[in-house]
């Protein structure tokens, strides 16, 4: 697999807003090549809305900082990492499993 995809990464970090509060965010970390694969979409019901769910795998260079907290954006979406595990026939590599965020 040639890796012709680009995606961007994105870390999890606290920042204060203008009255001192805590609030959760996420920072650039940098772009990356991958291979992007989507998976089946699927509708399911959460809160009583039915709402589409997208998942991808993006296959990529390893690097041991990227875990299920960290985001992955492509093509303007941002994706919520689920697993990040390393490629069994290269370990050089990893695939990141991800879903949309809603």
């Known amino acids: 697999m040639t890796m012709n995809h680009r995606f961007t990464l994105l870390q999890p970090n606290t920042a204060r807003d203008a009255a001192g509060q805590r609030e959760r965010g996420f920072e650039l970390v940098g772009e990356r090549w991958g291979d992007v694969l989507f998976q089946t979409g699927a509708e399911t019901m959460r809160a009583n809305t039915e709402v589409v769910i997208k998942r991808c795998s993006i296959r990529a260079n390893y690097d041991p900082a990227v875990n299920e907290s960290w985001r992955a954006r492509?093509?303007?979406?941002?994706?919520e990492i689920k697993s990040a595990v390393p490629d069994s026939k290269d370990r050089r590599k990893m695939f990141l499993v991800c879903e949309s965020v809603k």
């Open 74 to 79: 492509y093509l303007g979406v941002e994706y």
